[in-house]
């Protein structure tokens, strides 16, 4: 059998395209054994195999072509061990990148679902809820511009990506203007964590009992109505108001257009009188 071999048939033995095999001649990282001076066609030896497996399985690891020629021309066993290993360390933080990205899937779509589930709309449950932690930013909101500009502000401040709040944005009304019934009056604006984070503007919800209602709509210019019905149902049941209200929309209009499908939940900490 004759010991070259085109750089088409190169390509079909090793599963590499015959751009790739062309690259990999200009850099350097691969070059064939003969050009043809005439029309330009290359050729291999089947002793360059073991090199483009070599090239190949690295590249697979993830090494970038760079390192894996300086290995090549190097052929160094310490190099190359403190290659695969500075490659591990690599992917061992890609793994823990995507185990966060995936309890992120994981948590939004178990929330989607449950919020598909709830039937009992405009009705105050109270309900035991465990602290949470949030990125915080203390500002007077009052209009659907201040809320988008406050909310930039903590983007940036806490330097963070905008997928973090994605689904995970709220606001609070004060106890004080709870009392005085001035519920479209927000005193801060925050974002749910879902891990650990450390940063300054990280605060917490705290541990206890909420006043817990759902209804359908997600502008916070609805919610002054159902804060109303908490209030007549805590006033009834002999509740007090121990902290802040928390205001969450969680299906809004970029997640469905049908307005059935948008669900926002107010919370306000209480303790029995």
């Not at 054994?33 to 005439?38: G, H, T, W």
């Not at 909101?141 to 330097?159: G, P, S």
């Not at 210019?221 to 019905?229: D, P, V």
């Amino acid at each position: 059998m004759n010991n070259k071999f085109s750089i088409g048939e190169m390509s079909k033995l090793h599963n590499t395209s015959i751009k790739t095999l062309r690259y990999y001649d200009e850099i350097g990282l691969f070059k064939p054994i003969e050009v043809n001076k005439n029309n330009g066609y290359r050729y291999y030896s089947v002793e360059q195999f073991e090199k483009l497996n070599t090239i190949n399985y690295l590249k697979f690891l993830g090494i970038p072509l760079k390192e894996i020629k300086t290995y090549l021309e190097t052929r160094n066993i310490d190099y190359f061990l403190e290659l695969l290993k500075k490659e591990k360390d690599i992917t061992e933080d890609k793994i823990k990148q995507l185990m966060v990205i995936k309890s992120r899937f994981e948590n939004r779509i178990e929330e989607i679902e449950r919020a598909q589930r709830i039937k009992e709309l405009d009705v105050v449950k109270i309900k035991k809820i465990k602290e949470r932690k949030i990125l915080s930013l203390k500002e007077n909101i009052h209009t659907k511009l201040k809320l988008e500009i406050c909310l930039r502000n903590l983007v940036n401040r806490a330097k963070i990506g905008s997928a973090i709040m994605i689904g995970r944005v709220g606001l609070t009304v004060s106890i004080e203007n709870i009392r005085k019934h001035k519920f479209n009056e927000y005193n801060s604006i925050f974002i749910l964590l879902e891990e650990n984070m450390d940063n300054e503007l990280v605060k917490t919800l705290k541990e206890g009992e909420y006043a817990s209602i759902y209804y359908r709509g997600c502008d916070h210019r609805e919610s002054e109505k159902y804060f109303k019905i908490i209030i007549t149902y805590l006033e009834k049941n002999n509740y007090k108001i121990t902290g802040d209200a928390v205001e969450r929309v969680i299906i809004d209009q970029y997640i469905s257009k049908c307005r059935e499908d948008y669900l926002t939940e107010i919370q306000i900490p209480v303790k029995k009188h």
